[in-house]
């Protein structure tokens, strides 16, 4: 009886990684836009992390403060990546929610798996 309910586990297990496995991929799917210098700068990120498209508003291209622009486009980015991470974490969660009893495991830190 033992060794049935051990390849149980181990058939859960699997069927565990898979949908990890689907939910990390459908992060790209997740978007997030976030922007800097009052909407001159709208960076959109996905929940992988990768910027998708960066849009400058034209007042603010100004060759003579080329930093100014640099450093918009830094906060805009920035701020998009930590958008984009706080939903890829939100999608793993629901995935392990859904997976768990009970609704996932209590102080799970899922940053030590990469998510």
Do not use: C, H, W
């Amino acid at each position: 009886m033992s060794n049935f309910n051990m390849a149980d586990m181990f058939g859960r297990i699997s069927d565990i990684q898979a949908k990890v496995k689907e939910a990390q991929e459908r992060l790209g799917e997740v978007t997030v836009d976030a922007e800097a210098g009052g909407g001159m700068v709208k960076v959109v990120a996905n929940g992988k992390r990768e910027v998708i498209s960066i849009e400058l508003d034209k007042d603010i291209i100004d060759p003579e403060d080329k930093e100014m622009l640099e450093d918009l486009v830094v906060a805009g980015v920035n701020k998009a990546l930590e958008k984009a991470e706080a939903a890829g974490k939100e999608k793993m969660q629901d995935v392990y929610k859904d997976m768990m009893p009970g609704g996932g495991i209590p102080g799970m830190d899922l940053s030590k798996f990469g998510l």
